[in-house]
C-alpha cells in the first residue's frame, strides 16, 4: 500500500489507550543488530539506546546517485501514526523528531498529531509516509521507493523514524522511534547533480 503526498496531512487520534510501538527496518540493511520487533529502536537519531551498547551490523548499502531506493519496514506492533525518511552525510545532521502536540492524562502528556513537511527539503527526502489509524494485525509490512539525491556521499546515514499517535512521552526518543541504515552514494554523471545536500567523502 502507498499513499500519495498529496495526501498527507497530520491527524489525530481519538484512542483512550497506549500501546507500545515497535517496527523493523528490512530495506535496506539497518546499521544496527536488531531482533525480530526491531529493538532496541528509542533513541535517537538511529535507535540503539543512550548507553550506546548496540553492536553495528557493519552493512552498507551501495546506491546509485538519482536512483530509487527500495525502502521496506514491519510494523511488529501496531500503533497509528506515520513514518518520515531522511539522509544525511553524518547522524547530527539529520532533523529534530516531528514536533508534537499533546493532550494531558493521568499518567502524562500523550501525542496528539504531530507536523508532517507537506515540502520536505533537505535533510528530508519524505514525510508523512503510511499514515494510518486503523488497527491491523502486528506484521504489516510498509514499501514505497524514495529518490536518492544525485551526490556523491561516501558514508550516508538514511534516517526512517515512526511517529506514534496517543502514546506517553519516551524519554529516550519522545514519541518517535528510530532506524538508520549507511549508504555509500556515488553521483550518477549522466545526471545534474542536486543540491542542497551537504557532502561528505
Same mark, same amino acid.
Request: glycine share 8%; charged share 20%.
Given at each position: 500500500?502507498?499513499?500519495?503526498?498529496?495526501?498527507?496531512?497530520?491527524?489525530?487520534?481519538?484512542?483512550?489507550?497506549?500501546?507500545?510501538?515497535?517496527?523493523?527496518?528490512?530495506?535496506?540493511?539497518?546499521?544496527?543488530?536488531?531482533?525480530?520487533?526491531?529493538?532496541? #529502536?528509542?533513541?535517537?537519531?538511529?535507535?540503539?539506546?543512550?548507553?550506546?551498547?548496540?553492536?553495528?551490523?557493519?552493512?552498507?548499502?551501495?546506491?546509485?546517485?538519482?536512483?530509487?531506493?527500495?525502502?521496506?519496514? /514491519?510494523?511488529?506492533?501496531?500503533?497509528?501514526?506515520?513514518?518520515?525518511?531522511?539522509?544525511?552525510?553524518?547522524?547530527?545532521?539529520?532533523?529534530?523528531?516531528?514536533?508534537?502536540?499533546?493532550?494531558?492524562?493521568?499518567?502524562?502528556?500523550?501525542?496528539?498529531?504531530? /507536523?508532517?513537511?507537506?515540502?520536505? /527539503?533537505?535533510?528530508?527526502?519524505?514525510?508523512?509516509?503510511?499514515?494510518?489509524?486503523?488497527?491491523?494485525?502486528?506484521?504489516?509490512?510498509?514499501?514505497?521507493?524514495?529518490?536518492?539525491?544525485?551526490?556523491?556521499?561516501?558514508?550516508?546515514?538514511? #534516517?526512517?523514524? #515512526?511517529?506514534?499517535?496517543?502514546?506517553?512521552?519516551?524519554? #529516550?526518543?519522545?514519541?518517535?522511534?528510530?532506524?538508520?541504515?549507511?549508504? /555509500?552514494?556515488?553521483?550518477?554523471?549522466?545526471?545534474?547533480?542536486?543540491?542542497?545536500?551537504?557532502?561528505?567523502?
Amino acid at each position: 500500500m502507498r499513499i500519495h503526498p498529496a495526501f498527507f496531512a497530520a491527524f489525530a487520534i481519538l484512542i483512550p489507550t497506549q500501546v507500545s510501538s515497535h517496527f523493523l527496518l528490512m530495506e535496506p540493511a539497518p546499521t544496527l543488530v536488531l531482533d525480530e520487533r526491531g529493538d532496541p #529502536q528509542k533513541a535517537e537519531p538511529c535507535g540503539g539506546t543512550t548507553r550506546g551498547s548496540t553492536p553495528a551490523s557493519g552493512v552498507v548499502t551501495p546506491v546509485r546517485g538519482g536512483s530509487q531506493l527500495h525502502i521496506k519496514v /514491519k510494523e511488529t506492533i501496531y500503533h497509528p501514526g506515520h513514518y518520515r525518511i531522511a539522509l544525511a552525510a553524518d547522524p547530527t545532521y539529520l532533523p529534530a523528531d516531528p514536533e508534537t502536540v499533546t493532550r494531558p492524562t493521568e499518567k502524562g502528556p500523550y501525542s496528539v498529531s504531530a /507536523k508532517i513537511e507537506t515540502s520536505p /527539503k533537505p535533510p528530508v527526502l519524505v514525510d508523512g509516509l503510511f499514515v494510518h489509524s486503523e488497527r491491523f494485525p502486528s506484521g504489516h509490512i510498509w514499501e514505497t521507493d524514495v529518490r536518492i539525491p544525485n551526490i556523491d556521499c561516501e558514508n550516508c546515514t538514511l #534516517q526512517v523514524i #515512526q511517529w506514534m499517535a496517543e502514546h506517553g512521552f519516551n524519554p #529516550q526518543g519522545g514519541y518517535t522511534y528510530h532506524h538508520c541504515a549507511e549508504l /555509500k552514494i556515488s553521483a550518477d554523471p549522466a545526471l545534474p547533480r542536486d543540491k542542497g545536500w551537504a557532502e561528505k567523502k
